[in-house]
């Protein structure tokens, strides 16, 4: 199936039995990112928790035994 990134507008095929596709297929909606995208973003994530900008959500259990 050919699906398109949501970020660089790049049309890639994947196989049609990978998780992925079985994904968006269950959901449309479902948006697809590339593999060069993903691991951008993946980066820039990272360095916003280097960084100490990043807020992690804690767990509510966590927040009550505090
Ligand atoms: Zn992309």
Redesign the pocket.
Known sequence: MRVK??????IESIENDTLVAKRLRNRPIHTY??D???ERIAKKTQKRIATGNFKLYRSRTEEDEW
């Open positions: 990134c949501v970020i660089c507008d790049e990112m590339c060069s995208c993903h």
